[in-house]
């Protein structure tokens, strides 16, 4: 393991989320990246999920056993930060609620959730990092022609705040400007298990985010939720479609990637 | 109203599929969306206010027999009646024993969502009253043999074409021999019709938007004047309210107005705003004789016991629906009973019973837009969680359902396993994915059907982290 040279360095935990564990690994890397980048050090505890399944559909027993779990394994560290807004609201705003008459369990659960950052929200917010950013950042090299623009997941952006801060930093990203998309606040239908239990409304709202896309022609779609960008990559495809979906830290990197979530690849 | 909440997937899906419906709501929501934003700028501290609702409602609902009595007090002091119902067949009793004792034959009604909660029109119409609705979207819905599809917009779901239809059909007999198309005309036509129904009815029945304790007053919002035509012209004015309509006073009456009309419409203020204050008086010029007020719990005190209370707070603004994308894309009839959208999903449920709507709080995202416009800050994502905690609870998901959240439970309560089986499932998946996506998946097709399944990489990132840090140690 490298220990950061630096002996006063923030130890975060990082919380990598199921999604980007299992279908997006190159997301993982990046934030890791892009958190070190800042002068932390980071560590990645064995780990599941936070249990918003469950706790989406309900079974709050179930999320308290899921919801200790990851508490026991991130409370040692300064901060935990995960690339996805609705798992970071999970931890910093539902686990209070959902521990709060434990007595063994809802001290823990606060001092958790207080420490709690989704990716962007840490760089930006919490490490408040020099804008420009020092990322080493190579200039964008096949940006120019493209238009990129911004989903706003709904968890990220309402129970967390998050709007400014990816566009922030992604405006450091030479080569990059953004579109916004009139329907960029709008619900993209994906809501957990709801795209499953009411696919035919979902498609509908994963359907008219696409018609925001390309009303506004865009060639990149970009968001910090892998649930809702799955969701759209999926029907583009399937549509298909040659835009491109990503997590935004993955084009804060110094290289830019290719494949897009769904195996999409850049349009020539 | 019958309950048809159970019947929501079939109704949902039917409705997805209705190209009039959509382009009738695309119209609409986005019309309401827009200058609720312009009005709600407008107002520098309309956040205040939202405060402020959610304060006076909550002080009030907390002392709700006090401020109840205070208001009971205030109408019979003016000569009007107070009738307590605990159900809507209680309400609807009351009401025949009123138009029967007045001997009356016609009735018409202002727009009235407690009224559709009791089914009053039903009830009177199978005693042999001829009943008219006079809010026009009402009406067109009246004539459609309908129900109301949104709280302040009835007909939303009705195109222009629709109504021209109807109009024709039901206004030839009564000498109306071309079609009207323009939406002035239409109007136009509908004034002359109910003109005549104002001028000859016997009793008008209202609902009202606010009951002020403090000076007995019901407080009628509307932008036809419908409302005001109903209440004065017959000789008997009877309001319906439910319980939780009762605010304290003229003040918080001025708050709650700046928050509604802004709210449902983005008006400053809707165009006609009444306060009826019981019966004509000795020196009145009009006014009806009878003034009398019916109070329905239907369920509210059980409410206002439970977790939901805070769902009691709704002043019916409709702004919810209005921002829900599965409400703007469905419409309100899908939701099966007299609320639909947010607002629906959470009272539908306590009002009929949590089984019988379980799909209401289900179909929802949870995407929270409805809150952040909510003029008196009622967590309703919070509320339709709550529900499916209740529901579960009950026992009342499908085996399927309970069976797939124990897998995943199983799995993801043990992060040991976890890590190791789900290394194995990325790693076949990502073997037999071709292009980086599936077209088809075992056991996936509600995901597949419409769109494709993105494959995984070779390895977990948990997989490759665990990796990189042997190497480097």
Redesign the interface.
Known sequence: ??DSDNNSAHNVGFF?TCL??????????AAVRLIEQCGCHVS?P????C?Q????????S?TR??AK?LID?FEQFDYMVAPSGSCAAMVKVHYPKLLKDDPNWSGRAQNLADRTYELSQFLVDVMRVKLPLKLKLKPAQFVDDKKITYHDS??GL??LGIRSQPRKLLNQRAGISMDEMDNS???C????T?????????????D?KISGIDRIEADIVLGGDLGCL??I???L??CGKQTQVFHFAEWLLDEQPE?G????KPKT | MKVLSQNF?SA??AA?LNDDLRSALDRAEGGFVNTRKKAVAELRNFEDYRTYGQQVKDHTLKHLGYYLTQFENKVVKSGGHVHWAGNGEQANKIILDICSAANARKITKGKSMVSEEAATNKSLQDQGYEVIETDLGEYIIQLAGESPSHIIAPAVHKSKQNVTDLFHQHHSRLGFLEKVTEPEDIVNQARQVLRDHFCSADVGITGANFLVADTGSAVIVTNEGNGDLTASLPGVHIIIASIEKVIPDLVSLGGFLRLLGRSATGQIMSVYTTLFNGPKRKDDLDGPDQFHVVLLDNGRTEILKSKYQDILRCIRCGACLNHC??YT??GGHAYGWVYPGPIGSVLTPLLVGQTKAMHLP????????C??VCPVKIPLPSLL?Q??????QMGAHSWA?KFG?WC??S??????W??QI?RI??AILART?T???F?WLPL?R??T?????????Q????Q??KAQ?RR??
Not at chain 1, 20 to 28: M, S, W, Y
Not at chain 1, 194 to 206: A, D, Q
Not at chain 2, 449 to 457: E, H, K, L, N, V
Not at chain 2, 459 to 462: A, E, L, M
């Open positions: 393991m490298t990598i980007a564990d299992l279908f997006r690994p190159q997301v993982g890397f990645v064995q780990q599941s999920c249990g399944p469950a706790y989406n559909n309900g079974d709050d179930k056993v899921l779990n394994k709904c968890s309402r129970e606040e709008i619900c239908g994906f809501g957990g709801f795209c499953v239990k009411y696919p035919e409304i979902s498609t509908r709202l994963v008219n799955m969701n990559a999926g029907r495809t399937r494949t979530i769904a195996g999409t | 997937k949902s899906k997805l994308p599965v894309n469905i289900n179909a929802c995202t949870l995407n929270g837009r809150q952040t969680r529900h499916r905690v209740d529901l579960v359902q959240l995943w439970y799995l993801a309560s043990r992060p040991k976890y890590n789900t499932l990325v994915a292009r980086g996506r077209r996936a509600p995901w059907a419409t769109r494709d399944f993105p494959a995984p990489a390895s977990t990132f948990q490759l982290w840090h480097k140690t």
